[in-house]
């Protein structure tokens, strides 16, 4: 099937519910059987990891299989676990994989609270952690340790959008015994597939794309058959679980996912290539723009982009930039991603291998195209650049 019908129909079962189009919303904590034979049915049943099974709420209603099973089949890997947050995701497949004396590999260029969990959380209990270059590639082998158990990669990296050779890594990893665990949230469920390059273990925040409206929390991890025991008996372990209502908006978000990405996508190289061409912009980070340094790694493993990237302006004051920020009127100052609305946020890249890689003077900003019109939002931006430039004229004639 053709990835829109895909989406329309995955984790979709009318027949189980009075013929009802949408999985209905099951807000449970006990869930009764009508027989003692009934509840042992369904004890063995669990005992042999039968998807689907419903004994207790915490182990998932038929609101939560129904995500599980859409974002497995979606994402093509064996079975996915919905967690109440992105980083609640991360978390847990790395308590999963690693144990005291182990060893992992973290991109440098990662979700910040995903290197926090390493180093402040996981690194007590005995983890060590490599922080390494994003655009290392193959040469990862020179890292690799006989205790490295996982290699963690998130391509585009967060906020400097590295793309990073993920089967050249996947294939260093493999052949040392490490498993590959991926941030795939930029990439999405259709626009990289994550088990088709390598990886053992995606992450999916489902808060950004998959919910698509800035209106509920959510994780996914989906993984291999060989991943999935430890990854599934962690999650329960940990007790994590995720609200009812906040799977059914994902669900819900999921039905559409095609035709939004198609228009983020869209209207975010649009943005771009019009960024590229203001003299206060240095460099515009959009791995779908043949400008940018990993391209062609770009165009050979993903399908697409979606409507998060990155600038650097030219060197300003900071009541200049202030002003640049302040004057935008559809575009939101915070944080997340992955709705309709535009977002705006500046942002200092931090780690031990970009300053190598991060040869600008002055600001980064990180936008969120969202669904509207993008010639209004260019419109915003060029008054707001404008805004910028009257700051700047006028500091420099105090100074004059």
């Not at 590639?137 to 690799?144: H, P, R, T, V, W």
């Not at 967060?158 to 015994?177: L, W």
């Not at 698509?212 to 999935?228: I, K, N, P, Q, Y």
């Not at 008996?233 to 209502?245: I, R």
Request: glycine content about 8%; charged content about 20%.
């Amino acid at each position: 099937m053709k990835e829109s019908t895909r989406l329309t129909t995955a984790g979709r079962h009318p027949e189980r519910f009075a013929g009802v189009v949408n999985t209905p919303v099951f807000r449970a904590s006990t869930i009764l059987s009508g027989s003692l034979s009934e509840w042992e049915k369904k004890k063995k049943a669990r005992a042999n990891d039968e998807a689907g099974v419903s004994t207790y709420g915490r182990f998932g209603t038929p609101t939560t299989h129904a995500l599980e099973e859409a974002m497995a089949e979606i994402e093509g890997g064996y079975r996915s676990l919905v967690f109440p947050s992105g980083l609640a995701a991360a978390a847990t497949a790395l308590t999963a994989l690693l144990s005291a004396g182990d060893h992992v590999l973290l991109t440098d260029s990662a979700y910040s609270p995903t290197h926090t969990f390493l180093t402040r959380v996981l690194s007590r209990y005995g983890v060590e952690v490599t922080a390494y270059d994003p655009v290392m590639g193959g040469s990862i082998e020179s890292l690799m340790r006989p205790n490295t158990r996982v290699v963690y990669v998130e391509s585009p990296g967060s906020e400097t959008f590295e793309i990073q050779d993920v089967p050249a890594i996947s294939a260093v990893a493999h052949r040392h015994g490490a498993a590959v665990v991926m941030d795939n949230t930029w990439g999405t469920p259709l626009f990289f597939k994550p088990f088709e390059h390598g990886v053992d273990v995606s992450i999916q925040a489902a808060t950004k794309y998959v919910v698509g409206h800035s209106d509920a929390m959510l994780g996914v991890v989906t993984c291999t058959r060989e991943m999935w025991p430890r990854i599934k008996q962690t999650t329960y372990d940990l007790g994590q679980t995720a609200g009812p209502d906040d799977i059914y908006l994902a669900l819900r978000g999921l039905r559409t996912l095609n035709v939004r990405l198609q228009q983020h996508w869209k209207s975010g190289l649009r943005v771009a290539q019009w960024l590229q061409t203001r003299p206060e912009v240095e460099a515009v980070l959009h791995p779908a723009l043949p400008s940018h340094p990993g391209h062609a790694l770009w165009k050979r493993d993903f399908k697409g982009a979606c409507g998060l990237f990155a600038m650097v302006l030219k060197p300003v004051s900071a009541k200049a930039l202030e002003g640049f920020v302040d004057s935008l009127s559809l575009f939101g100052l915070g944080v997340s991603w992955g709705g309709y609305e535009s977002l705006i946020i500046p942002f200092t890249p931090s780690g031990k291998h970009l300053p190598a890689r991060w040869p600008y003077a002055g600001q980064g900003v990180r936008l969120h195209i969202g669904l509207e019109d993008p010639e209004d939002l260019i419109a915003d931006l060029e008054q707001a650049f404008t805004m910028l430039e009257n700051i700047e004229a006028k500091a420099d004639m105090q100074y004059a």
